[in-house]
């Protein structure tokens, strides 16, 4: 049987996934925080949003293509930044970033990756970007904007929803604690799953590696769902935004906005883009969904929005586009085909997605993303 016949959606994906990975790492990568409200939100939220077919068309094949930061983009959907990706499956991140650039599309990495920049810079494409969570000390900051650019990351993408540690009651049940150690309790679990033990015997238990020249990697006053880089981050205010606008040339991209305000502020602030984001309800479970904040906030800018959370399908990204998005990306999706398939597992996810994109185009007689019907609400 074929990767198509096994493995034709996500979740087929995601099932395969939990069963490939010890339980607190599922946990990790799942789980939201409080009753995880904000993340079943999410979903519902894009199931409420209806396209209207259309008939009559003719054949044609659809154009998948966008632009964003003045390049040309074969397909509108990317690779979000998830920390401590190599807990999920073993050098995640240099999986991810070399299947996004085999697909030219673009690939996030976190600060608090277990790996180093200096480390996946020659698996990056044309489209990586750095993920900054802020460090308060204005040389530490300085250093990592320089060994991002120096590693071939050509944008920058600020994260703004954390200004705290999110409580994660699942992920704190599991067992993990930060920095990952290895428990008799957690031990019993990664003897279930081989595959991910072999994997990860041949890589070493991951760390944020980043934050080894910074900070004692092995700090162990922080809460479950902390990490040593709280030591280090500062909550950003908007001098921060400035400061960053300064330093690095490049697309500066803010992540985690959710109201209309802060972006229009955000534009005048001379940032690139907003990216909207709720942590996909990893952070605060009050948040609306991500698709019910899009509008209000493609109406109050004229800069590029970019969002998360939630996003599963090629018709997703379409409600997304509808609504005014000029680009989607997405995390847990790319993780659940990586720890389901290994690499493999990524190219299949594009390519899922992009023969679901095609085929509700078709549907809906859209020859391009910029063609799509006006968005209805469903009951």
């Not at 607190?24 to 396209?51: C, I, P, Q």
């Not at 996946?120 to 970007?129: E, H, K, N, S, T």
């Not at 280090?232 to 205010?237: I, N």
Request: aromatic share 8%; net charge neutral.
């Amino acid at each position: 049987m074929t990767a198509d016949s096994r493995y034709p959606a996500l979740s087929d994906l995601r099932t395969r996934a939990r069963g490939r990975v010890p339980k607190f790492v599922w946990e990790y990568l799942d789980s939201g925080t409080g009753t995880e409200a904000t993340k079943s939100r999410n979903r519902m939220a894009l199931d409420r949003v209806g396209l209207m077919p259309s008939v009559l068309h003719g054949e044609f094949t659809p154009d998948l293509g966008t632009r964003l930061f003045g390049r040309d983009l074969p397909l509108p959907f990317g690779v979000a930044p998830v920390g401590m990706s190599g807990l999920i499956w073993p050098d995640a991140e240099h999986h991810l970033a070399r299947a996004a650039a085999r697909a030219s599309i673009p690939y996030c990495m976190s600060t608090v990756a277990s790996r180093m920049p200096e480390d996946v810079a020659a698996d990056l494409g044309p489209q990586a970007w750095f993920q900054l969570y802020p460090p308060r000390d204005p040389e530490i900051r300085q250093d990592m904007l320089a060994r991002a650019r120096d590693a071939g990351f050509t944008g920058l993408v600020l994260t703004v929803d954390v200004p705290v540690a999110s409580r994660r009651e699942r992920q704190t049940r599991s067992g993990l604690t930060q920095p990952p150690r290895l428990t008799p309790r957690l031990l019993a679990q990664v003897a279930l799953r081989p595959a991910w033990a072999l994997a990860t015997l041949r890589t070493g238990m991951p760390r944020m590696r980043m934050l080894d020249k910074y900070t004692d990697a092995t700090a162990t006053s922080l809460a479950s769902t902390a990490h040593a880089g709280y030591l280090l981050r500062t909550s950003p205010d908007w001098d921060y935004v400035d400061w960053l606008r300064d330093h690095w040339q490049g697309p500066l991209m803010i992540k985690g906005v959710m109201r209309p305000d802060d972006a229009t502020r955000l534009e005048a602030a001379g940032v690139d883009a907003i990216w909207i984001s709720n942590h996909a309800g990893r952070q605060f479970d009050a948040a609306p969904a991500t698709i019910e904040a899009l509008a209000g906030i493609r109406a109050a800018t004229k800069l590029p929005v970019i969002i998360d959370s939630g996003f599963e399908t090629g018709l997703d990204i379409l409600r997304a586009f509808a609504l005014g998005a000029d680009y989607v990306m997405m995390g847990r999706a790319f993780h659940f085909a990586l720890a389901a398939l290994g690499p493999e597992g990524i190219d299949h996810l594009v390519s899922l997605l992009s023969r679901d994109l095609a085929a509700n185009m078709g549907q809906l007689g859209a020859r391009d993303l910029r063609s799509l019907p006006a968005p209805t609400t469903l009951g």
